[in-house]
T-cell receptor, first 111, second 111 residues
């Protein structure tokens, strides 16, 4: 069965710290992978996506993610977080039509 | 910009009532989705539709039905609302394999 695991449920960082959020997936076919962000009181919005090609993908607001096929992972990174990155982050994998989401990681950045 | 709108931001209903949640997108997307979002559980797919009058069950369809009579509109129906359906309901749409565009959500409380 398809599944997505986000092992970090809550993360607290100080500004300027580096961020890495883990995402592991289970899917037998060609993967399309996504990271979404939900800022407090706002819509879910797409941060970045991977379909094929370069396994290191860059998204908006300085975020990047690396697809490691052998580890079934798609971890999200940012070298230096800001207070405005406080949000909930969701990893997702696309199946034939539908998308499977992880349970989310709540990031709090302390000013 | 793609816009996905949902009929209500907040809704309070009584147990046993029939509830309609409406979603409209303005970008001629083929695919539309209904999720519920609960703390610690992430987004769970209720139903999706890849064409007018087509619908597919997601992971948690029990207690829900949907209707898609026009391409731009996808309705979620709670036939007889129950307290365990108190949740945030998110509508999304997309075309092909790209990431999804989400609406602002409807926070439904069933008392």
């Amino acid at each position: 069965a398809q599944s997505v695991s986000q092992h970090n449920h809550h993360v607290i960082l100080s500004e300027a710290a580096s961020l890495e959020l883990g995402c592991n997936y289970s899917y037998g076919g060609t993967v399309n992978l996504f990271w979404y962000v939900q800022y407090p009181g706002q819509h879910l919005q797409l941060l970045l996506k991977y379909f094929s090609g370069d396994p290191l993908v860059k998204g908006i607001k300085g975020f990047e993610a690396e697809f490691i096929k052998s580890k079934f992972s798609f971890n999200l990174r940012k070298p230096s977080v800001q207070w405005s990155d406080t949000a909930e982050y969701f990893c997702a994998v696309r199946g034939t039509y539908k998308y499977i989401f992880g349970t989310g990681t709540r990031l709090k950045v302390l000013a | 910009d793609v816009k996905v709108t949902q009929s209500s931001r907040y809704l309070v209903k009584r147990t046993g009532e029939k509830v309609f949640l409406e979603c409209v997108q303005d970008m001629d997307h083929e695919n539309m989705f209904w999720y519920r979002q609960d703390p610690g559980l992430g987004l769970r797919l209720i139903y999706f539709s890849y064409d007018v009058k087509m619908k597919e069950k997601g992971d948690i369809p029990e207690g829900y039905s949907v209707s898609r009579e026009k391409k731009e509109r996808f309705s979620l129906i709670l036939e007889s609302a129950s307290t365990n359906q108190t949740s945030m309901y998110l509508c999304a749409s997309n075309r092909d394999r790209v990431g999804q565009y989400f609406g602002p959500g409807t926070r439904l409380t069933v008392t």
